[in-house]
Nanobody
């Protein structure tokens, strides 16, 4: 499976962006999908995940209430709507497929492919 992320850009604090991640290949609708991000000088961190049918969504505390994940299985695409952006949201955002939750406490583990990343820069 190949994942193509898009939608990043340079915005001001308080603005919104919508990221998209288009998947090629079969089985997209079988998998949990998600978004991670990596800020300069930091490790990659979990942002959000969505169940295979879209009924369940998961968020990092830092984005809860501001970001919304969704998916369209007919289009093999997962989205991340980001509102009320803050400078600390500046990072490269990566989509990933086939996320597995092993417990209720830790972020999911990515068992499938990663997208190439899209840069989000939020100025103050």
């Amino acid at each position: 499976v190949q994942l193509q992320a898009s939608g990043g850009g340079l915005v001001q604090a308080g603005d919104s962006l919508r990221l998209s991640c288009a998947a090629s290949g079969p089985h997209f609708s079988d998998y949990y999908m998600g978004w991670f991000r990596q800020a300069p000088g930091k490790g990659r961190e979990f942002v959000s995940a969505i169940s295979w049918n879209g009924y369940s969504q998961y968020y990092a505390d830092s984005v809860k209430g501001r970001f919304t994940i969704s998916r369209d299985n007919a289009k093999n695409t997962v989205y991340l709507q980001m509102n009320s952006l803050k400078p600390e949201d500046t990072a490269v955002y990566y989509c990933a497929e086939n996320l597995i939750y092993y417990n209720d406490y830790d972020p999911p583990t990515v068992k499938g492919s990663w997208g190439q990343g899209t840069q989000v820069t939020v100025s103050s």
